[in-house]
C-alpha cells in the first residue's frame, strides 16, 4: 500500500480505505499455500472437491496427500546446522532464535516474502521472535522499500470478531489502529512513540526483486500436490470401478424390475444381453504418470525423490555427490538471502537491547556450516579418530555435537569421567628362525 507521507491524518485515511478490503488475492493465496505446508485435510479437500460431481465423491473419499511440506522443508535446510555466530554477548541476550529462523526460511521458501517481528521480553529480558505470515507494508512514492507496515492482531480459538484490530509500525511512531481507522495507544507506551527509532521488523525475499516487492514462492509445488491429489482421487474411483465393475444390460427397454444378488436368478428376454464392463486404463500407468509429475516439480526445486527406495550401502560423500544440486543451491541462498537477512536482524535486535540498556558491539559475523548427509558409523568414526589424532577437535567437541542441550558444566563432568589412555608399549619384533642354531 502506497501512502503519501507518514503524519497520523495520512496514515489513518490510508490504512482506513486499505482495511476496508483487507482480503487481497495474495492473501487468500498465502492461506491457501499455508494450509498445503500444514496439511490441512479439510481445506485440501475443499480445495479439490470442485473438481469433482458431488456424486463422483459419494463413491470414494477424497485422497488428500501433503507433498509440499516435505519438499519444502527437504529444500530450505540453510539452518538445518544452527550457524555460529561471533558476537557471544548478543547471542546471550536472545532467546529462539535458531529455531524461529529454521521456521523463517521454510516459510520464506514457501510464500516467497515473510516478515520476523523482534520483540522484548519483560520477563526474561530477552529478545524473542515472532514470525509474520499475514502483512502489509506501506511505501512512500517512488520508494523500493518499505517505510513501516501493520499485522493484524488474531485472537485465538474466537470464533467471530466484530472488529480486526492492528499493530502499526514506523521509525517514528507505534500503536493499534481499528479496521474503522481509530487509533489505540499501546499499553505503557501513550505518547505512541516508537521507542527503538528503527520498525523492528526483519523481511526476507525467496528471489531477488523483479518486478515487484512480493515474491514468488513454491506456487510450482502447491499446484503439483493439488494436481496430484485430483488424480489419486480418480485413480481411487477407478480401482473401485475396476474391482467391482459397471453393470450393464442390453436389449431391455425397461430394467425397473431387475433385482440383483448372489441368491436371486436373474431371468432376461430373448436378445438381451447383461454383463459387467471394466475401465480399460492402465492404472500402472497411471501411477508412473503421477511420479513423472511430482519428480519434474522436485527436479527444478534441486530435489531427487526416493520413491522409499533407501539408502543403505550409500556412503555420505556419495549422497552428497548425489545432492550436488541442492548443496549449490543452499550455498546461493546463504550468500543472497541468509547472510543479509541476519545482519539486518542483529541491527534490530542491537536498536531494541540498547533501548533496554544493554549495550552491544557491532562486530557481528555468521558462519553458516555446509550442508550434511549423514555419513556410516564407521566414517563418523574415522572422521572423529582423524580429528582426534590430529588436534583439531577434544572430546568436549565430540560431546557438543552429539548432545547440543548440555551446558557446559555437564560436558566438562562427562569429559573428567572419562577414563585416560595409558600410552600402550610397542611390541619386539621377533628375531626371525634361526636353523643353525637350532641344528646346534
Same mark, same amino acid.
Given at each position: ?5 507518514? &503524519? ?15 482480503? =487481497? ?60 555466530? &561471533? ?18 526460511? %521454510? ?20 529478545? %524473542? ?32 470478531? $466484530? ?41 526476507? =525475499? ?6 515487484? @516487492? @512480493? ?20 485413480? $481411487?474411483?477407478?480401482? %473401485? ?5 459397471? /453393470? ?16 436371486? /436368478? ?89 533501548? =533496554? ?22 566414517? !563418523? ?6 580429528? @582426534? ?8 567437541? @565430540? ?8 551446558? !557446559? ?6 569429559? $573428567? ?24
Amino acid at each position: 500500500m502506497i501512502i503519501q507521507d507518514l &503524519s497520523s491524518e495520512a496514515v489513518t485515511r490510508s490504512l482506513k480505505k486499505f482495511l476496508d478490503d483487507v482480503l =487481497h488475492k495474495r492473501t487468500e493465496e498465502r492461506y491457501r499455500a499455508l494450509n498445503y505446508y500444514e496439511g490441512f485435510i479439510s481445506e485440501l479437500e475443499t480445495d479439490i472437491s470442485s473438481y469433482f460431481a458431488s456424486e463422483s465423491l459419494q463413491q470414494t473419499p477424497v485422497v488428500a496427500q501433503n507433498i509440499t511440506g516435505k519438499l519444502v522443508n527437504s529444500r530450505a535446510i540453510a539452518y538445518k546446522q544452527p550457524p555460529q555466530r &561471533s558476537n557471544e554477548a548478543y547471542h546471550e541476550r536472545v532467546q529462539g532464535l535458531d529455531s524461529a529462523m529454521v521456521q523463517f526460511e %521454510r516459510l520464506t521458501y514457501l510464500l516467497g516474502t515473510m516478515a520476523l517481528l523482534s520483540t522484548w521480553d519483560e520477563e526474561e529480558e530477552m529478545v %524473542r521472535y515472532n514470525i509474520l505470515t499475514e502483512f502489509y507494508p506501506l511505501f512512500l512514492p517512488h520508494e523500493s522499500e518499505p517505510v513501516a507496515i501493520i499485522y493484524p492482531l488474531f485472537s485465538q480459538e474466537k470464533q467471530k470478531v $466484530s472488529e480486526m484490530v492492528y499493530v502499526y509500525w514506523s521509525p517514528d511512531e507505534h500503536y493499534k489502529i481499528t479496521q474503522k481507522g481509530q487509533i489505540i495507544a499501546i499499553d505503557g507506551n501513550e505518547q505512541m512513540i516508537n521507542p527503538y527509532g528503527i520498525v523492528p521488523i526483519t523481511y526476507a =525475499h525467496r528471489h531477488p526483486m523483479t518486478t515487484d @516487492w @512480493w515474491r514468488e514462492g513454491a506456487s510450482d509445488i502447491i499446484n503439483m500436490n493439488r494436481t496430484v491429489n485430483i488424480m489419486l482421487t480418480e485413480m $481411487s474411483l477407478s480401482m %473401485r470401478l475396476q474391482m467391482l465393475g459397471q /453393470p450393464v444390460v442390453m436389449g431391455i427397454d425397461d430394467a425397473s424390475r431387475m433385482k440383483l444378488g448372489v441368491d436371486k /436368478p436373474l431371468i432376461l428376454p430373448e436378445g438381451s444381453n447383461f454383463n459387467f464392463a471394466a475401465p480399460g486404463g492402465d492404472l500402472q500407468k497411471y501411477v508412473e504418470g503421477i511420479r513423472f509429475l511430482v519428480d519434474s516439480v522436485a527436479y527444478n526445486n534441486n530435489l531427487k525423490t526416493k520413491w522409499a527406495l533407501g539408502r543403505d550401502g550409500v556412503t555420505g560423500e556419495a549422497l552428497k555427490m548425489l545432492e550436488i544440486d541442492l548443496t549449490e543451491g543452499v550455498e546461493g541462498d546463504v550468500e543472497m538471502i541468509w547472510r543479509p537477512v541476519e545482519q539486518k536482524r542483529f541491527e534490530i535486535d542491537k536498536a531494541i537491547l540498547e533501548a =533496554h540498556g544493554s549495550r552491544l558491539s557491532d562486530e557481528f559475523s555468521v558462519d553458516f556450516s555446509e550442508p550434511r548427509f549423514p555419513a556410516s558409523a564407521r566414517e !563418523e568414526r574415522e572422521q572423529w579418530e582423524w580429528e @582426534w589424532s590430529n588436534g583439531l577437535s577434544s572430546k568436549a567437541d @565430540w560431546f557438543r555435537h552429539n548432545n547440543p542441550d548440555m551446558n !557446559e558444566e555437564q560436558i566438562a563432568e562427562m569429559v $573428567s569421567a572419562i577414563p585416560e589412555e595409558e600410552p600402550q608399549e610397542k611390541p619386539q619384533e621377533e628375531s626371525p628362525f634361526n636353523f643353525r642354531g637350532l641344528a646346534t
